[in-house]
């Protein structure tokens, strides 16, 4: 495989899209929310922002309290995508 940068992956939508089909392709919607599908470049992020917190360890505690923070960090991660893309959508909208 050959290497790409993140953003190139991304820029090229019509690649993503089918990659994307052929994993969900026989995946339920009920599968899909309980499975979600993250990118290389989605755990890239991700990483990036745990490490700009300091959440990362370099060795595994005995307290599950940063596990805890990092699941935090992704909820407040999707909270922020969802209401950035309804506000764009609804502002999209002609009434």
Do not use: C
Not at 20 to 37: A, C, G, K, Q
Not at 50 to 78: G, Q, T
């Amino acid at each position: 495989m050959s290497k790409r940068a993140d953003t190139d992956f991304l820029n090229d939508s019509k690649e993503a899209i089918l990659r994307i089909n052929v994993y969900v392709e026989n995946l339920s919607y009920e599968e899909f929310l309980h499975n979600p599908v993250f990118l290389f470049v989605d755990i890239r992020r991700l990483s990036e922002l745990v490490k700009l917190r300091n959440l990362d360890e370099k060795e595994k505690p005995a307290s599950r309290e940063r596990l805890a923070v990092r699941i935090m960090l992704l909820h407040e991660i999707m909270e922020r995508g969802i209401q950035e893309l309804l506000e764009a959508e609804k502002g999209r909208k002609v009434v």
